[in-house]
């Protein structure tokens, strides 16, 4: 008993000193529209004034080379334009920037970018330049300056008003349209669908703590995220954690933002009390938000994971009359703000920021485990070829292990690692049900596995500690009968049971390291558990 409580004091102490809260309050926040009717509306349109479908589209694919300044790499990026057929003058121009992902002129915009065109815009959709990037380590500066490259390129287009483009801006890349306002002063106008105002860091704690209570998990694993969220990404390379886009000269121009209420990505009402604020400051008024009933965070119906779901109803209409009017320099008639009442569950977590002396601990930690873990299992394969070869050849016992410290032990790595593959089978299925919220499905009223997993490890942790304070014991009590645990110690026992001669644990020099070597390992596990919050009642 004593040893079961030492052990456990010791887990619950890491559990408690590693563990990260915010504060979840107020909840329910939000912001009542003027209106449910999202028509944008402005004074002085008439019959000539162009909609959709006015003109016919063209299309034409050119390529690019687009440069990451920091390392020098090159991509080579195509870019799809669609173009007013037979319209005179000089047009106006919109540049598409992507979401998360890598998305194509083959699978992104088309539907929007067409409209648009149909409307009297010249459009651009680029191939997401990411050169060797991934999700995690983008060059939001490095994209920015892409994408500025095809304004410039629009800018010299026979048919394009240089001083007329803008941007139409999706989730992630609005991030990346804070840095390409702040080198390209000459961007007439912005759409910004979903924008993430905050934070990467701040805004994806947002997502976790919402998502992982509306998929029904349990509320340990949201503990997982916020340990893994306060990470220093520097000690890595990783910058990106921590990006400051809330700057006024991102917002300074005649923007459209807009929301879905579905949407379970966005802290929507932050984002209007951030956007509002920084336009006001850069003195721009000229700020238009629309929020849609039953659409998603990209405003399509229905679940995103099936292919030709649908914007929804009257976006098109809408963004389409928002952006005619803009880029004539008409005066609004509609209500700036309309639509769906905005809504947000929860407050974005901003006292949430890097830890150092945690991420440095825990890097140790999990370095050490993988490490033991890789040791012991190449010592079992070892020590299994042995068994295999004296079964074969019945030389007898290959390992020797005495008073069934064997079985104890192999019953404790069992029963370790199904507590690992539960714990890892339980997150899985708490991040394959976040993935189907942010496409557009519904949650899901049943927890399964999602939320039992984490009471059923943690009891089958201590089950654990409760067999490692019984093996312990034994141990003890074998030593004792040894003359090892007495002081002083009987006279050649050390010696005895280094050399072999009178063995504590096997009669094999490969059994005694292989014992030792696994139980370091396991409770290396046993202690990352502890870290990632299981031992938290």
Not at 252 to 281: C, E, F, W
Request: charged share 15%; net charge positive.
């Amino acid at each position: 008993m004593p040893i079961a409580v030492i052990l456990v004091a010791i887990l619950v102490f890491v559990s408690h000193a590693t563990a990260v809260t915010w504060n979840n309050e107020p909840s329910g926040q939000t912001v009542d529209t003027l209106t449910s009717d999202t028509d944008v509306t402005f004074a002085g349109e008439d019959a000539s004034t162009p909609t959709r479908d006015t003109y016919k589209v063209d299309k034409k694919v050119t390529r690019m080379t687009v440069t990451r300044s920091s390392t020098g790499e090159t991509e080579s990026v195509r870019v799809l334009m669609r173009s007013p057929r037979g319209a005179s003058g000089r047009r106006p121009a919109i540049v598409f920037m992507h979401g998360a992902g890598y998305g194509t002129i083959d699978d992104s915009y088309g539907d929007v970018a067409s409209i648009l065109a149909s409307a009297g815009f010249v459009t651009a959709v680029m191939d997401k330049p990411v050169w060797s990037t991934d999700d995690i380590t983008r060059d939001y500066p490095a994209s920015a300056a892409a994408y500025d490259k095809v304004i410039e390129y629009l800018r010299t287009l026979d048919n394009v008003n240089p001083d007329n483009v803008g941007i139409y801006a999706n989730s992630e890349s609005t991030w990346i349209a804070s840095y390409l306002l702040g080198i390209d002063h000459r961007v007439a106008f912005q759409v910004l669908l979903s924008p993430m105002v905050s934070t990467p860091r701040r805004s994806i704690g947002f997502l976790a703590s919402q998502n992982f209570t509306l998929a029904g998990a349990n509320r340990g694993y949201q503990s997982v995220v916020r340990r893994v969220l306060r990470v220093d990404g520097e000690l890595f390379g990783l910058t990106n954690f921590d990006l400051n886009t809330m700057n006024t000269r991102a917002y300074s121009i005649p923007t459209l933002v807009v929301y879905g209420s579905k949407d379970v990505m966005t802290a929507q009402v932050s984002g209007v009390h951030n956007i509002l604020r920084l336009s006001h400051k850069a003195g721009n008024w000229n700020v238009t938000i629309r929020s849609y009933p039953v659409a998603s965070h990209v405003l399509r119906l229905g679940d995103e994971s099936q292919s030709n779901t649908p914007l929804v109803d009257g976006y098109l209409d809408d963004l389409t009359a928002w952006c005619v009017g803009t880029s004539l320099g008409l005066r609004q008639t509609s209500d700036r703000i309309a639509g769906a009442t905005i809504y947000q569950s929860i407050p974005i977590p901003s006292e949430l920021k890097a830890d150092r002396p945690l991420t440095i601990y825990g890097t140790i930690l999990h370095v050490m485990m993988i490490l033991l873990l890789l040791a012991s299992l190449m010592l079992g394969l070892v020590a299994l070829g042995r068994k295999i070869r004296y079964m074969i050849r019945r030389r007898g016992p290959a390992l020797g292990f005495l008073h069934g410290f064997g079985g104890s032990l192999l019953a404790l790595i069992m029963m370790t690692v199904a507590a690992m593959l539960l714990l890892v089978a339980g997150f899985a299925e708490v991040v394959m049900r976040v993935v189907r919220l942010a496409w557009g499905a519904a949650p899901n009223d049943s927890g399964g596995i999602a939320d039992w997993s984490w009471p059923v490890i943690q009891i089958a942790c201590v089950l654990v500690v409760v067999a490692w304070s019984r093996l312990i014991a034994h141990l003890i009590e074998v030593s004792q009968r040894r003359g090892i645990i007495r002081w002083p110690p009987r006279q050649g026992s050390i010696r005895a049971v280094v050399s072999g001669h009178e063995p504590v644990l096997a009669s094999t020099r490969l059994a005694r390291v292989l014992f030792w070597l696994s139980s370091a390992a396991m409770f290396s596990v046993m202690l990352v558990f502890a870290f990632w919050g299981l031992f938290l009642y």
